[in-house]
């Protein structure tokens, strides 16, 4: 009888899931393109396929199972399968999952109710702690988990906001925004936002029952909203987003209306989930205040990887004297979309592969200069802030940091530990 898993990929969620099959009893055969050799797989004695997210669907290896119509499984259907009777709660869209995710999280946690936050994260799924029926697992989906899982099966879809990301992966955005709808496929409710048009399209498309939010209300008829002065309004109650001092922006907010409905479907208590937003302490990397030196403030969106996510940090420090460094493996759209905040701009710095593409876009707009590594951009750039008296350092980069950095974590390590050396 076919007992073998073959686990593609070992990284942190490929090393926790051949643990957990060999627990099962369960042969694996495990492959990593850091290895030498291709193992020999006799594919007829192959239960199934899992598979890394960041690896994709034209490796040879998926291949190979799918023409012995082999299942293609992720982290997160073993999760499922281990814990078949948590309560399950998965978010995705393209900015603002990881806050979404966390914030969610920390209202239930908040709550008394017993949680555990992981997936797409950093948390790989089948490392998270065993929950007892009663249990929430909030869990982060991106659109290469989306596309290589079976059915997941959710209590709550949260879907949060489509701009362009990842079209070498998938093509198109088309074929993105369709590997996210997979997250629809079996869930009791969704909880959608309607401030792009992809999602709008996307809402009218449901057949399930859904909770719409909205921010800058512009006459479009939602559940839950956010007015132009920053009120939200839910269930015949306001709360001033205004008040919120780590959600700021209006990006932030749109995280915050989402957590809300599906917090508050949970709990059905507005003025107790309004207090643990109010109580959330935020993520590292997504707008984090790092210091504050000489009247500079150090604010680090290493997060941002793409112009859509670096957009809601110029927005949010409109009006201060932003010092932006910036670059990396830039994205295929680049900077472009960003043109109508280049006059709030004091002085750009430009890091990383991108560096000469966007000295041309940003050539005769901005005052700029090349500094190609992050701890030049970072000293440049206060060197500079400083002598405006009042101003802003901000990593916010638009780009991946594949080419420099392991990941945007370990940029924004980098660039907090730069910023204890400016200040010492």
Not at 190 to 195: A, F, R
Request: proline share 3%; glycine share 8%; hydrophobic share 40%.
């Amino acid at each position: 009888m076919a007992n073998t898993y073959v686990v593609l990929g070992y990284g942190r969620s490929g090393r926790e899931s051949e643990k957990y099959l060999l627990s099962l009893g369960h042969d694996v055969i495990v492959y990593d393109d850091g290895q030498n050799k291709r193992p020999s797989i006799t594919w007829q004695d192959v239960v199934g396929l899992v598979q890394s997210p960041g690896i994709s669907c034209v490796h040879p290896i998926h291949l190979a199972a799918k023409a012995a119509n082999v299942p293609v499984l992720t982290d997160i259907n073993l999760l499922q399968k281990r814990s078949p009777n948590i309560k399950y709660i998965g978010i995705t869209g393209t900015n603002g999952k990881s806050t979404s995710t966390a914030l969610i999280g920390h209202i239930l946690k908040e709550a008394g109710l017993k949680v555990a936050v992981g997936g797409n994260i950093g948390v790989p799924a089948l490392s998270l702690d065993e929950l007892d029926y009663d249990g929430w697992y909030v869990l982060e989906l991106s659109s290469y988990q989306l596309e290589l899982s079976t059915d997941i099966d959710l209590d709550i879809a949260v879907w949060v906001n489509i701009s362009a990301d990842h079209l070498d992966r998938h093509g198109s955005i088309e074929n993105y925004v369709d590997a996210k709808k997979r997250i629809f496929n079996r869930t009791k409710l969704v909880c959608i936002s309607l401030d792009d048009a992809y999602s709008r399209q996307v809402s009218d498309q449901l057949l399930i029952p859904a909770k719409t939010i909205a921010t800058e209300f512009k006459n479009c008829p939602a559940d839950i909203w956010i007015d132009a002065g920053g009120m939200l309004h839910a269930e015949g109650t306001v709360f001033n987003c205004n008040d919120l001092e780590i959600l700021k922006g209006q990006h932030n907010w749109q995280n915050t209306a989402l957590a809300f409905a599906a917090c508050n479907h949970i709990l059905n208590n507005p003025e107790d989930v309004w207090q643990y937003i109010e109580s959330f302490p935020g993520l590292a990397h997504r707008q984090q205040m790092v210091a504050k030196v000489s009247q500079v403030e150090f604010v680090n969106d290493s997060k941002a990887t793409n112009a859509d996510a670096c957009e809601k940090a110029l927005k949010t420090y409109m009006g201060q004297n932003i010092f932006w460094i910036l670059g990396g493996v830039a994205k295929t759209d680049g900077i472009d979309d960003l043109k109508p905040y280049f006059l709030h701009i004091k002085k750009a710095y430009l890091i990383g592969e991108a560096e000469d593409r966007f000295a041309d876009t940003l050539n005769g707009q901005i005052v700029f200069e090349k500094c190609a590594t992050l701890d030049v951009a970072v000293f440049n750039a206060y060197r500079d802030a400083r002598l405006e008296g009042s101003a802003v350092v901000l990593l916010s980069p638009a780009c991946a940091s594949f080419d420099q950095f392991r990941d945007y974590e370990h940029r924004g390590e980098e660039f907090i530990q730069l910023v204890a050396k400016v200040s010492q």
